[in-house]
């Protein structure tokens, strides 16, 4: 890939409790300096819509613990949408994930995804799942009519591995995220199958690419 197909598989991240409107500013602007996506929090949509509007906006529901009621899902969902999202990153419930509760988890991606006309990823929490868990997951999602599946939040005690972005990679396009701090880790990401990566680094990662490019 070239630099500028590198950089439109980023989405350059803030998502922690602190984030303030001008930290995601500073995102935006990096974003458009560099040629990658933003993923930012809900309630700063509107505002990034209006600050960069030639960048593609990705926001959270139900982050980051995948709890929230199913409507409280699909009413944030529409909320963001409306507020100018491009993309959605929504957690699924782990739990009942974990529980064997399929029916449950596939109905609630199923009223997210029929309440917007935008892609909606599904993230798993791989870190909290075993193989097992995982393709059922991603069995789920795809059922489900998901556009990708994407491994983490980046607030569990673990963030994505290259096992199970491959996994993943055979059922949906998916994204991987959670300390992706490097080109180098980032580069193992796609090659494992990656389509997206969503990474805090995003600037960092495209100068390391630039870098090993010119050595």
Not at 20 to 34: F, H, T
Not at 42 to 68: K, M, N, Q, W
């Amino acid at each position: 890939m070239d630099r500028a197909d590198l950089a439109a598989r980023i989405d350059h991240t803030v998502l922690g409790p602190e984030t303030e409107i001008e930290d995601v500013r500073r995102v935006l602007d990096e974003c458009v300096e560099y040629g990658m996506n933003a993923c930012i929090p809900p309630c700063y949509v509107a505002e990034a819509s209006d600050h960069a509007p030639g960048v593609r906006l990705v926001t959270v529901i139900g982050f980051p613990h995948g709890t929230h009621a199913s409507a409280v899902k699909t009413t944030e969902a529409e909320r963001v949408w409306n507020d100018g999202a491009d993309e959605l990153d929504m957690v699924c419930n782990v739990g009942r994930l974990r529980a064997g509760e399929d029916e449950d988890v596939r109905e609630e991606i199923e009223e997210v995804v029929a309440a917007v006309p935008i892609p909606v990823k599904v993230i798993l929490e791989t870190a909290l799942l075993d193989e097992e868990g995982i393709d059922r997951g991603c069995r789920l999602a795809r059922e489900a009519d998901a556009a990708f599946v994407k491994t983490s939040t980046g607030f569990a005690a673990g963030g994505a591995t290259t096992e199970a972005v491959s996994r993943m990679a055979d059922v949906l396009p998916t994204k991987a995220s959670g300390g992706i701090g490097s080109w180098g880790k980032a580069e193992a990401m796609f090659e494992a199958g990656a389509e997206r990566i969503g990474a805090s680094s995003g600037v960092t990662i495209v100068k390391e690419f630039d870098e090993a490019r010119e050595s």
